[in-house]
């Protein structure tokens, strides 16, 4: 048996349901999770969108060729000595457009995308609703546990007091027992 050193305290808590719905939204893994995957979503419809916009790009090349009867040497017309005099030397500069006719297929992409957004931003929503069903829960309890300790603790001393009066009972009987036997 455990028998305390001194009478526990009966400070009154009352569970702070706001502050314990946002310490919920913000600790909660698979809700950061979600969020995330609205970002990750949000990017990829940007992709889509881009995917639909005519694609215009530059090009160049330098190439550079020489011409010889041997590789080295010598004489005057070895390939690295004419690598050198830039007298074969290629480029070329371009701009390159293209425009998909019809882009039905990257539409589709994009309203699919557009989709996928608005069905994870469901999901966090029902993801929060559940969570705050179950803080609600979690403080229903403590607020049920803490009514229940109340009862237990005011049963207690109505206890204590029943015990006391019977005692004073219990001994008031013995005196009236012993004064009747005195001659």
């Known amino acids: 048996r455990i028998i305390p050193v001194d009478a526990p305290t009966l400070a009154r808590f009352e569970p702070d349901w706001d502050s314990a719905y946002e310490e919920c939204i913000n600790l ?3 809700l ?3 969020r995330k995957e ?3 979503r949000q990017l990829e419809l940007i992709n889509q969108r881009n995917n639909l916009l005519p694609d215009l790009r530059f090009t160049s090349t330098y190439d ?3 011409i010889g ?3 080295d040497g010598p ?3 070895n390939a690295l000595r004419n690598l050198a005099s830039n007298h074969f030397n290629n480029w070329s500069m371009g701009l390159n457009y293209s425009m998909p006719w019809g882009r039905n297929a990257d539409k589709a992409r994009l309203r699919q995308a557009s989709n996928n957004i608005s069905s994870q931003k469901i999901r966090i929503e029902q993801l929060e609703q559940s969570l705050m069903m179950n803080v609600r829960q979690a403080v229903r309890a403590v607020e049920t546990n803490l009514a229940a300790v109340e009862i237990a603790a ?3 001393e109505l206890a204590r007091v029943k015990h006391a009066l019977i005692s004073e009972i219990m001994d008031g009987q013995k005196r009236c027992r012993t004064f009747e036997q005195r001659p």
């Open 69 to 71: 009867t041997g590789l």
């Open 28 to 30: 909660r893994p698979e």
């Open 38 to 40: 609205v970002k990750v």
């Open 154 to 156: 005011k049963a207690t």
């Open 32 to 34: 950061s999770l979600a």
């Open 75 to 77: 004489n005057s017309d």
């Open 64 to 66: 550079v060729n020489s």
